[in-house]
């Protein structure tokens, strides 16, 4: 059985920053392209960013894009979210999900398998 742990996440103010990591375990981590999603309450679920299975393409929505980096460590089956600059819109859980395919999606429904999500508040 996969599982997906995220961790990191917490309170920091508006410019801060913060790493999310997500170890996956019951699976081959290098098999999955991952992604990051988030949703704010009251929100859909929406797509943050994504990692093919190799660590060689990137994909990110454009409110993040220069803030944020997504990167994979598979030798730790771990997934990263490096978020600098936070800003008060990225309050959110944020959610990590894996597919089991090569190349990187934004697409919720084409992931197979998803974490319990990391709660992000920034404020002023």
């Known amino acids: 059985q996969v599982q997906l742990v995220e961790s990191g996440g917490g309170s920091v103010q508006a410019g801060g920053s913060l790493r999310l990591s997500c170890v996956v375990s019951?699976?081959?981590?290098?098999?999955?392209?991952m992604g990051w999603f988030r949703q704010a309450p009251g929100k859909e679920r929406e797509f943050v960013a994504a990692?093919?299975?190799?660590?060689?393409?990137?994909y990110y929505v454009d409110s993040v894009k220069g803030r944020f980096a997504i990167f994979r460590d598979n030798a730790k089956n771990t997934l990263y979210l490096q978020m600098n600059n936070l800003k008060l819109e990225d309050t959110a859980a944020y959610y990590c999900?894996?597919?089991?395919?090569?190349?990187?999606?934004?697409?919720?429904?084409?992931?197979?398998?998803w974490g319990q999500g990391t709660q992000v508040t920034v404020s002023l």
């Open positions: 019951g699976g081959t981590f290098r098999s999955y392209a």
């Open positions: 999900a894996a597919r089991a395919a090569y190349g990187l999606t934004y697409g919720t429904n084409e992931y197979d398998y």
């Open positions: 990692i093919n299975l190799s660590n060689s393409s990137t």
